[in-house]
């Protein structure tokens, strides 16, 4: 409730009368009013204004429903606090798998620094036929196997099975022996392939006859291998071993003029 107090009136209390002075008729007339403090309607009131409030609207105690406020919000806090275990101990194993990534990075980083691992490279040093009348063939086989590794060594078993092609077709077979390969070191190593009882193409039986005609063979060698490093050893690997090549020859001074082995690590 509002009561409007009017410019030039006088109101000793709320409710009271209001006793507005009397005109003098002697007195002169008023000047023109001043443009400036003419009042306009889009310009804001200066009216005043006094409020009354009822007495039983003012609150010495909360209202009864900011009790209810009050206890839920400390129900949520509560419940908050149930829960803060589990994220907590998410948290920490968040934490734990972050160091041990780290830790296991710096640990590959320095193993590769130290041991540096290599792939083994194999080459043909030469390939000879024994026996080049008989009904199978044997082609003797010396190969060099290095080991790039700085710290790694290498344990090559034996029965690994060998591959010899000739545009496609196998023409023998056979196993490579055992072998300890060290770090940083070249061996010799030596097999033989039978030749399979079949009609080998032209090209091949010309070769078995003496002929000194190049040839593109195709060497292929799976062989189960496993590697030492810092006194831990790595089992359960294979590698695979292809030598593309050509022969002049097979019987009489055979020579191999080019190659291109590949070298690949299988699980």
């Known amino acids: 409730m509002a009561d409007r107090v009017l ?3 006088y109101s000793t209390a709320f409710g009271s009368p209001f006793v507005h002075p009397t ?6 007339p008023d000047p023109e009013p001043d443009p400036n403090t003419i009042r306009h ?8 204004y006094i409020v009354q409030v009822a007495k039983d609207q003012i609150y010495r105690v ?7 406020l009050v206890e839920r919000y400390r129900n949520q806090v509560t419940d908050r606090t149930k829960r803060s275990p589990v994220l907590v101990c998410l948290g920490w ?9 780290v830790l296991f990075s710096i640990v590959s980083v320095i193993f590769f620094i130290i041991v540096r691992p290599g ?3 194999f080459t043909v040093d030469q390939v000879h036929v024994k026996n080049s009348t008989a009904m199978s063939p044997e082609y003797d086989f010396i190969m060099s196997l290095s080991n790039p590794s700085k710290s790694m060594s290498y344990s090559f078993e034996k029965d690994g099975a060998a591959f010899l092609s000739y545009n496609g077709v196998n023409i023998a077979i056979g196993q490579t ?7 940083k070191s070249t061996s010799k190593i030596n097999f ?3 030749g399979l009882k079949i009609v080998v193409p032209k090209h091949i039986a010309k070769a078995l006859k003496g002929s000194n005609d190049d040839l593109e063979l195709e060497l292929e060698l799976e062989i189960r291998v496993s590697a030492k490093a810092w006194g831990l050893d790595v089992d359960g690997m294979h590698i695979a071993v292809n030598c593309d090549m050509t022969s002049q020859g097979l019987v009489k001074e055979p020579r191999i003029k080019t190659q291109s082995c590949k070298t690949r690590f299988r699980s």
């Open 7 to 9: 410019p030039g009136s």
């Open 177 to 183: 022996p055992e072998l300890e390969q060290d770090s």
């Open 62 to 68: 909360p209202p009864p429903e900011n009790a209810y």
């Open 23 to 28: 005109s003098d008729t002697n007195k002169e």
């Open 192 to 194: 033989v392939l039978h």
């Open 41 to 48: 309607p889009w310009l804001p009131s200066t009216e005043t």
């Open 119 to 121: 792939e083994p490279q």
């Open 93 to 101: 194993l968040c934490v734990s798998l972050l160091v041990l990534l």
